[in-house]
């Protein structure tokens, strides 16, 4: 069983840069795509960007290309997304996921990530 635990959220200001990390338990890391979503107040889950096994493959969101970058390092259980740029419609919990083990493809559906972090809060301001 695969256990997920995001961290690096706060609150910055428009402009500003975060980096999110997402420690993963289990060898099932190792063996699958992870992805990272967002949800704002009110909203439904948004796929934000993902990556494959190897780190060769990734999905990004339309809104988040060019700003945002996915990587991942195997050796430490760990996904990264290194956002800069930040603006006020960024804000939102922030979750990491990881697909079923063997499943490379970096998607971007919700319904094909098995396994959910509890989020980490990112709030820019004006």
């Known amino acids: 069983q695969v256990q997920l635990v995001e961290s690096g959220g706060g609150l910055v200001q428009a402009g500003d840069s975060l980096r999110l990390s997402c420690a993963a338990s289990g060898r099932t890391f190792r063996n699958a795509a992870m992805g990272w979503f967002r949800q704002a107040p009110g909203a439904e889950r948004k796929f934000v960007a993902a990556?494959?096994?190897?780190?060769?493959?990734?999905n990004y969101a339309d809104s988040m290309k060019g700003r945002f970058t996915i990587s991942r390092d195997n050796a430490k259980n760990t996904v990264f997304l290194q956002m800069n740029s930040l603006k006020p419609e960024d804000t939102a919990v922030y979750y990491c996921a990881v697909r079923n083990t063997g499943e490379d493809y970096p998607s971007t559906a919700t319904g094909l990530y098995r396994t959910w972090g509890q989020g980490t809060q990112v709030t820019v301001s004006s």
């Open positions: 990556i494959g096994l190897s780190g060769a493959r990734t």
